[in-house]
């Protein structure tokens, strides 16, 4: 195949991978020969006027949920995504937390119960400004590819579906590692284009949206925080706490007793994201966790 594009992570050689003609216009991703990192064929810019207010309320290109309407039940997530972190933590200095494309703030407020200092990077003034409200001074408004954060600074940096909107993946590692405190600790949480839950949906998998412009799997991740100069990297299956807090968050959604039967599903599925044999991992949720 013909040569049509750069590798943003590698910098190899990509080519045309696929069309994704469920949206309009369809979606061009391109593939790396080398590292198998999937991108959008699309300039960064263009994607940045989608986080405004529609993005929230369902007016947008394409939508994500406002926190707020559950902020009780998601609590459970957060302060276990925490809790989890917690214990990761091995740096020694300040307790700071910058959640990475921190939303409203949900996150943060599971940190400041457990001790950290909470510091928030949104690339949306919507709902960066209303998380402004909550922790004044703490939260800024900026993209974290470019923006300029004080080294050696934080113990936990937090990227939860974040990466794969970002049009530069690797410059906005570099930007982190050197923000975080020795021994500090990244997650960064986004899809396992290598699961076989993508494998087998291929273009109608969901995670092909507008705004993600780049597509990571197990591999070219932990690779890239490798080549940034994290000293240990660990791929999780699904998420790094448990099941409780995600039946939890959903009960918030059931309006009878019949919704239960959800938590199935939930549970299932969670159990299926832990199996991994040999190149197969059988969905395609995945958590990265790197130490400086």
């Not at 061009?28 to 590292?35: E, K, P, Q, S, T």
């Not at 405004?52 to 039940?73: F, I, L, P, S």
Request: charged residues 20%; aromatic residues 14%.
């Amino acid at each position: 195949m013909k040569k049509i594009g750069v590798c943003p992570l590698c910098g190899g050689e990509a080519v045309f991978f696929r069309l994704i003609e469920t949206w309009e216009p369809p979606l061009r991703i391109l593939r790396c020969v080398g590292c198998g990192f999937q991108f959008q064929d699309v300039k960064t810019e263009e994607s940045l006027h989608w986080y405004g207010e529609g993005y929230y309320t369902g007016q947008g290109v394409y939508t994500y949920q406002d926190e707020r309407q559950n902020k009780h039940a998601s609590m459970a997530v957060w302060k276990a995504r925490v809790r989890a972190l917690k214990r990761m933590d091995k740096s020694k200095g300040e307790k700071r937390w910058l959640d990475v494309g921190c939303a409203f703030g949900g996150l943060l407020e599971g940190a400041v119960a457990f001790g950290y200092e909470p510091y928030g990077l949104e690339v949306s003034e919507y709902a960066g400004g209303y998380a402004q409200q909550i922790f004044p001074g703490r939260i800024w408004i900026g993209n974290v590819e470019d923006y300029v954060l004080p080294k050696d600074f934080f113990s936990v940096v937090s990227m939860v579906e974040v990466i794969e909107h970002l049009g530069h993946p690797l410059r906005a590692l570099e930007n982190i590692y050197h923000a975080l405190q020795p021994g500090g600790v990244l997650l960064v949480q986004t899809a396992d284009m290598d699961g076989l839950q993508a494998r087998l949906k291929g273009s109608s998998y969901h995670y092909y949206l507008p705004g993600h412009l780049s597509y990571f799997d197990r591999h070219n991740l932990a690779s890239a925080l490798k080549r940034v100069g994290f000293s240990r990297v660990k791929f999780v299956g699904g998420v790094e706490f448990g099941l409780l807090p995600k039946l939890v968050k959903s009960r918030a959604l059931f309006r009878s007793i019949w919704d239960y039967r959800h938590w199935v599903r939930i549970a299932l599925y969670h159990m299926a994201s832990k199996v991994t044999i040999g190149p197969w991992h059988l969905t395609s949720s995945m958590v990265m966790i790197a130490w400086k």
